[in-house]
């Protein structure tokens, strides 16, 4: 066992080895009052440092300022009163065309002098005008500047700019089978037919055979082949973006029909999507003369049928199509 005095005690509690007992922490503390008094030091010099420093440099900024001033004084003392009179002259007509400048920049017109304006005020009015002058400032009220108006050029709407038509890829052309990457139908393949006003190309599955129905699609969510149909017809006017478009309806009967909706789907099952009348005469329409080229040709229909899938190790962008 370790005795308080510094020693080991026997099993006979007999000291058999003394020694000065020193711990552990007195000696870090003993390290940290020499780092104190040296930090001390460091600053203790740097702060007389500095000071010299400050009293040079005070020195050198009070004798650069005397010869500055004598300077002025000699200058001061050479020229005449008269001279003096026309320096300050020419200063001020100097600062008055600047700001005349910048005024003339800020409001758009050119620059009046105040001469002027006083000689186009100074006209002599005839008797009775100056009280009816007073008698109509009277009844006119100060209307704010917010509600005056604005004499600037109003700003042209973005609606105004007309944009073209994008750009159609050279490999996108009139009957060329397309494979669609996005939307419901991807992995897809189908039929282009032509480019609307907005940029996007109208397309069919045709819907006998892939169940896609004239749709429209970004050329840019879209893989061209090399694989033609050709299409003989003329597409009709009337399949623009317009078309396309859902009838607005306003918000009393949205509400009203959602609630309806959500009723209707509760008791009943969830049924095929179906296309309406008018619709499927239209669908009907393309699709036969498309039909008839696919007939042609072996294996088109299959083709058209079948889903665009990539095995391992295949790669789109070194594959032609």
Not at 99 to 106: S, W
């Amino acid at each position: 066992m370790f005795h308080k005095t510094g020693g080991w005690i026997n099993r006979n509690k007999k000291l058999w080895k003394k020694q000065p007992f020193v711990t552990h922490h007195s000696k870090v503390l003993a390290r940290q009052e020499a780092g104190r008094q040296a930090r001390l030091l460091r600053r203790q010099k740097r702060r007389a440092a500095h000071e010299e420093f400050k009293k040079l440099f005070s020195t050198k900024k009070e004798k650069r300022r005397q010869k500055k001033l004598a300077l002025k004084l000699k200058d001061d003392e050479s020229k005449s009163a008269e001279q003096r009179a026309k320096e300050k002259k020419e200063r001020k007509e100097f600062i008055r065309g600047k700001r005349a400048e910048a005024r003339a920049k800020r409001t758009g017109g050119k620059s009046v002098k105040k001469e002027d304006k006083l000689k186009k005020e100074e006209k002599p009015a005839a008797p009775g005008e100056e009280a009816k002058k007073v008698e109509e400032k009277k009844k006119r009220t100060k209307i704010p500047r917010a509600f005056e108006e604005s004499k600037a050029k109003p700003r042209r709407k973005r609606n105004d700019r007309k944009l073209g038509t994008p750009h159609l890829r050279k490999s996108i052309k009139r009957g060329s089978v397309l494979i669609l990457l996005s939307g419901r139908f991807k992995g897809r393949r189908v039929v282009f037919l032509k480019q609307l006003e907005s940029g996007l190309l109208l397309v069919t599955g045709p819907y006998k055979l892939n169940g896609i129905p004239l749709r429209r699609v970004n050329q840019a969510y879209v893989i061209s082949t090399t694989t033609r149909i050709p299409i003989n017809f003329k597409i009709p006017k009337v399949f623009d973006d317009r078309y396309f478009r859902k009838p607005k309806i306003k918000k009393n009967k949205q509400k009203a029909e959602k609630k309806k909706d959500d009723f209707e789907k509760k008791k009943k099952k969830k049924e095929k999507n179906v296309l309406p009348g008018k619709k499927k005469n239209i669908q009907k329409m393309f699709d036969k003369p498309i039909l008839a080229e696919i007939k042609k040709t072996p294996y088109l229909k299959q083709y058209l049928q079948t889903r665009f899938s990539l095995l391992d190790k295949q790669y789109p962008h070194l594959m032609k199509f």
